[in-house]
């Protein structure tokens, strides 16, 4: 399974629930994930689906799959843009329909992002193919930087080399890609290397994806937080001089790093909010994202399991902006813990997802953040 992140095109910046053009968050996901099929020539170590050979009895129907399409147009009112689509898995090269879906995507205004795995099924042609029928982006994943490291997460020999080779064929193309990595206790000493090997590559984004442990990501070992801290402020580091972006999945500390820097650099609150890191503010589990399983259950985000309801019974949109749990996760001031109090809540929410799996409440403190927030005054 490739992780179930795309680069998409930029949006204006985001700033806590509301953008300052207007988006609310409360009315739409900037987001849906769309797993489209949990089908995958892959087993790696970190699925979060459980990725497996053959479809699972169930999966949405082209017909259901194409009703959801009109369903996410009720996302936008008069003036307001349509939320972009991730179809991800498994495999979405799986799906035989594919085509199909991507047309009526397409057709509806519907921006379309595409998360393949890295398997024979990945072919030049197939990565031409997505560009010519407007796939917007591609996400590759990446987690090592020689072949030992990474297949030993794929569990199939020959993906690294198979990966590298998608990258520069992708480039070719002219179709953007982000590639993202897993982080662990037992990967992040390899994170040097891996950017320095990036370096040599066209991307457009790098995306560290910090373990949950759900799927069979709960073999895997989580960084404890004071080793989180130290790789994220690493990334700032290493993301100020990157030729791509430096992003994070699961690890919404990122931001708080970023925003303290530059407010002790002297920036107001306002320079703060109009800095290009600010287009993630806000972003997290059920906060401009939201992920519908292969089956048609609707989740805050992939690695947040727990299900609002079924998109074959009821209206995604009713979904989103109306189930208590959504409507919770998307007010910092239900948070619990040093994330309920912390001053960059607004910017940051943490890890609704590790809140879960840790805790078993999705309104508790991300346990991956060491930070004490200031008392309140």
């Known amino acids: 399974m490739s992780h179930p992140a795309a680069v998409r095109p930029a949006h204006p910046h985001g700033i806590g629930s509301v953008r300052p053009d207007g988006w609310a968050y409360q009315r739409s996901p900037m987001i849906v994930y769309w797993e489209l099929t949990n089908a995958c020539g892959l087993a790696c170590r970190h699925c979060r689906a459980t990725a497996m050979p053959d479809p699972a009895p169930g ?20 003036g307001e843009a349509l939320p972009h689509v991730v179809m991800t898995g498994g495999d979405p090269l799986r799906r035989g329909d ?73 480039a070719e193309a ?41 799927g069979r990501g709960s073999e895997l070992t989580e960084l404890s937080p004071g ?39 002297g920036k107001t609150k306002e320079q703060v909010e109009a800095h290009p890191m600010s287009r993630a503010f806000g972003i997290r589990d059920g906060n401009g994202i939201v992920f519908v399983s292969n089956l048609g259950d609707v989740t805050p985000s992939g690695f947040l399991p727990l299900s609002v309801g079924n998109v074959k019974e009821r209206s ?48 508790e403190s991300d346990p991956l953040c060491p930070y004490t927030p200031k008392p309140v005054s």
């Open 59 to 78: 999966e949405l129907s082209t017909a259901q799959a194409i009703a959801l399409l009109d369903d996410i147009l009720g996302f936008a009112g008069p």
């Open 98 to 170: 594919l085509p199909e879906l991507i047309a009526a995507a397409t057709a509806r205004g519907i921006g379309v992002s595409l998360a393949p795995a890295v398997t024979p099924l990945l072919t030049r042609e197939r990565i031409f193919w997505m560009k010519e029928v407007g796939i917007q982006a591609i996400s590759l994943s990446l987690d090592g930087s020689t072949a030992a490291y990474h297949d030993g997460v794929r569990m199939v020999p020959g993906t690294f080399d198979a990966t590298l080779e998608a990258l520069d064929i992708a």
């Open 174 to 214: 002219g179709l953007p890609v982000q590639v993202n990595t897993l982080v662990t206790a037992t990967t992040a000493a390899d994170l040097p290397a891996i950017f320095d090997l990036l370096s040599g590559h066209t991307l457009q984004q790098w995306s560290l994806f910090f373990l949950i442990s759900i």
């Open 227 to 265: 080793d989180a801290e130290r790789v994220l402020a690493w990334a700032q580091g290493v993301g100020r001089e990157a030729s791509f972006r430096v992003k994070t999945t699961e690890a919404m500390h990122y931001r708080r790093l970023g925003a303290a820097a530059l407010l002790r650099a």
């Open 316 to 363: 995604l949109v009713e979904l989103y902006r109306h189930d208590p749990l959504m409507r919770s996760l998307r007010d910092p001031d239900q948070f619990k813990g040093r994330c309920g109090v912390c001053e960059f809540h607004d910017w940051c929410g943490g890890s609704r997802a590790r809140a879960y799996a840790w805790t078993g409440d999705p309104l």
